[in-house]
């Protein structure tokens, strides 16, 4: 299904939106430069945390899911299950779980998160703070699902 029009001020309409990871970046990744090399750190991040096996839930909001023309970076909020213990993984995988390490090594600002972590809010509670901008307008986000096999 296609993405809503951005409203004037370049954002998603507020609410989830789900794609898979190809039509977020084919929506998304291709109309500048900037554009593709944040789309290939995008991809470069679904691949190592859906390799956990623990991947719960792939969230994009911030500027990259916007009209802006060349986002920085891409912000994603990890949901990874309860289970999830980081001293399993290949040290390639660490950076997914220290948000300083994301942003220098992965061009990412990334938050992992697990739901048991949460406190006081369930998963959906939590991800609708994340469609606030600063100037206190709600915008969507992107949710990416995982394609389904035949």
């Known amino acids: 299904m296609p993405l809503p029009a951005f409203n004037e001020f370049g954002d998603l309409p507020a609410g989830l939106h789900c794609l898979l990871l190809a039509e977020v970046i084919e929506e998304f990744g291709k109309s500048t430069l900037q554009r593709q090399l944040v789309s290939q750190r995008l991809a470069r991040i679904y691949q190592l945390a859906a390799a956990t096996g623990k991947l719960l839930r792939f969230v994009i909001f911030g500027s990259y899911v916007t009209s ?57 509670t939590f991800l609708l703070h994340w469609q606030t901008t600063r100037e206190e307008r709600h915008r969507g986000i992107v949710e990416i699902t995982q394609e389904v096999k035949q």
């Open 68 to 124: 802006k023309p060349n986002p920085n970076d891409v912000d994603i909020i990890l949901v990874m299950a309860d289970d999830l213990d980081e001293t399993d993984y290949d040290p390639e995988m660490l950076p997914l779980f220290d948000h300083l390490r994301a942003q220098r090594e992965l061009g990412a600002s990334l938050f992992a998160v697990r739901p048991g972590f949460i406190v006081g809010e369930s998963v959906e």
